[in-house]
């Protein structure tokens, strides 16, 4: 991905990187297109029925991965207190989808990576949530 | 919009619908479509360069208006505890999007008319997470 | 919802507002609500493993109505072409879930409910692509 | 990203991938993530007036990549004939996204980097339809 080349070009950003925060950014569209393909591969597994609430959380966890890798990326004005609530709660839904997934790891190996994929997103998450700091109520 | 005809009809709802919530999708996915509108209304307007914040809070809040008006939807399994996190960090981007456009509302129409989407959004979805109970961490 | 008020008051619409694309881009974002709502539903089902395509098809279409509702708000400068070709693609989603949905009307009534608002939307993508004539090629 | 091995073990595909499918869905996801900071960094950037068109088609492009990289990402069922399309408006996208960053890449590296990532993503989508031959209309 060109995370990094982007955002150390921004006017505002000049070469002064976050860096967790750049990972992040990665993590978070990887696990999206993660999700997406495992809510896929789980509906066409025999035991559908079985998997439902992990292709339920594999569908809120795309998109709230979605929506924080978009937020993550753009560092034009400033709102961080709203980055890192949706950082918490990107971490909160790998933290489920991970867990879930992990149940089907042995029966399905998309379940298995996707678990691993969600288990390096959410720490991506919390690592970047913890280096943005509002220095004040917005 | 069809969000209660189409919960009414969940074969796990069936007509115990939570009105708050349902509500509260309707008003994400207005807000979303108002956002995406007034980020491109404003790029459009001659003093764009004082419009950079909003523009930047109008794309943050369609987003995440965008990703909770897809995870209230779903009512298949459960992700109370998650779908009350975001419905948090809805109320709060579109209180600061709100906020911002009502900055502007005198002198751009758009805005004012965006600043009032923001706040029904924004009071619907504390309205909502009210009644998102996690009877525990999941 | 706000897309008529948005669009009318644009820098560089006044009032002059293509009613063709407005009602488009309402029909879109409710459409793609709708089919997240009817996958959800879907899942839910007995006989979930009947639905695999419908659930397939629900996906596709909600995330073409979702991303051509975006591309149909935006009036800042031109993207004429693709608009066009993103309206056919959408009419072509809406068509095909729409079809889909239909068959399974009789014993799912949000089935019913997703393909009146498919159809509803293909004819709005429709007749909003006839208004959109890309003067060139851009 | 995970793509590869997502889509390899998903059961109707078990190891017969289609390559090209699936490096056009990890240049989806890497030009959306991109075209999303090219917005933001040209917002951001003091001759922004003039980068409106720009701006514009960063924020089409990444919507249309996005819902494409999705759409791609499934493989159960089928729906080849909108996945197609969906490929050749990607195309177009890219296209016209990445010829407008092209014009601003001496001035703005942002842009530079955009267009680049914008060409290798037109090209995979050029290769992936190719290669997506509906048999019938459906």
Known sequence: MHAMQMISTHPDVRGSTNDELIR???????CAQTCVSCAD????????EELR?????NLD???VCGATGRLASRRTGSN???LRAMLEACAEACRLCGTECARHASQHEHCAICA?????CEQACVTAAGTVTPSRRQ
Request: glycine content about 0%; charged content about 35%; aromatic content about 4%.
């Open 53 to 57: 609430q992990c292709i339920r959380l």
């Open 24 to 30: 992040c950014i990665e993590e978070c569209y990887d």
């Open 41 to 48: 591969a789980c509906l066409a597994e025999r035991m559908v």
């Open 80 to 82: 961080e207190h709203l």
């Open 61 to 63: 966890c795309a998109d």
């Open 116 to 120: 691993e994929a969600c288990r390096r």
